[in-house]
C-alpha cells in the first residue's frame, strides 16, 4: 500500500485555469506538508497542517490554497495558474519518534501550465 | 544568500568510489540535520538523520555535522550503481516535524 499519495501525477493545463492536487496519507499522522520542487531541484516548503489546522504558510500567493477535510488529507487548490507555477508538488507527511522523525513523501504531481 | 548552499554538481563516479557530498548552512539555530536521497521521478525518502554535532553511520553512509563551521557532510563508501540520485540535505531549528530548509541537491552519477 502506498503510504503517502498524490493525485493527479500529471497535470497539463493553461494559464488562467484553476486546478486542484489530492494527498492522501494513510499513517496515521497528524501533521502534512505541501512542498513545491522548481526545474533547478530547489525543494521549499509552501504550507503545513497538524490535524486538519494551518500551522505553516511560507510566502505563498493567495491563489494556492489548501484544505484538509480531514487529518488524512491535505488538497491544494490553485487558482488562475500562471506560467511560473509550473513545478513539482510534493506532500509530505509527518511521523516516527525522537532521531527517527521524518517527513515521508508522496510521488509528486508534475504541473505544467502552457 | 540562501540559508543552505549546495553544490549542484554532477558528480560523476565509477563504481566502489568514495562519494562527499556537503551542504554549507547560516542559520545557527539549525540542530537537525538530514540527508535526503531522491531517485528521478520519485519523491525525497530520508536516508540519514543526525542530531547536533557529530558523526553517524549507517551501512556503507556516513554523515558529519560540524556546528562550529555551520558544515554537514554526507559520505559513501563503495558507491553503486544503484546510489545515483540526487542527494538533499535538509536541516531544522526545531526537529524534522517542522520547517525543513532544503539545500538545492547533488545529482550523483556512479558508472558502473
Known amino acids: 500500500d502506498t503510504a503517502v499519495s498524490q493525485t493527479p501525477k500529471y497535470l497539463v493545463t493553461q494559464m488562467g485555469n484553476d486546478k486542484s492536487i489530492k494527498c492522501e496519507q494513510n499513517l496515521g499522522h497528524d501533521t502534512m506538508y505541501w512542498y513545491k520542487q522548481d526545474s533547478k531541484k530547489f525543494l521549499k516548503i509552501m504550507f503545513s497542517y497538524n490535524n486538519k489546522e494551518l500551522i505553516i504558510n511560507e510566502t505563498v500567493p493567495n491563489r494556492f490554497s489548501p484544505k484538509s477535510p480531514d487529518k488524512a488529507h491535505l488538497n491544494l487548490h490553485i487558482n488562475s495558474l500562471e506560467l511560473g507555477d509550473s513545478a513539482v508538488y510534493f506532500c509530505a507527511s509527518r511521523g516516527g519518534w525522537g532521531t527517527r522523525e521524518t517527513q515521508y513523501f508522496g510521488p509528486g504531481t508534475r504541473l505544467l501550465v502552457l | 544568500q540562501k540559508e543552505v548552499e549546495q553544490d549542484p554538481g554532477p558528480l560523476s563516479v565509477p563504481e566502489g568510489a568514495i562519494v562527499s557530498l556537503n551542504c554549507t548552512y547560516s542559520?545557527?539555530?539549525?540542530?537537525?540535520f538530514m540527508w535526503y536521497r531522491q531517485y528521478s521521478r520519485k519523491g525525497p525518502e530520508l536516508l540519514m538523520y543526525?542530531?547536533?554535532?557529530g558523526n553517524k553511520e549507517d551501512g556503507r553512509f556516513t554523515a558529519q555535522v560540524d556546528k562550529s563551521s555551520k558544515y554537514i557532510s554526507l559520505f559513501i563508501r563503495d558507491s553503486q550503481p544503484s546510489d545515483s540520485a540526487t542527494y538533499l540535505c535538509?536541516?531544522?531549528?526545531?526537529?524534522?516535524?517542522?520547517?525543513?530548509?532544503f539545500g538545492t541537491g547533488t545529482l550523483l552519477a556512479v558508472q558502473p
Open positions: 543526525t542530531y547536533s554535532s
Open positions: 542559520n545557527s539555530a539549525f540542530q537537525y
Open positions: 535538509a536541516m531544522s531549528a526545531s526537529g524534522a516535524t517542522n520547517k525543513l530548509i
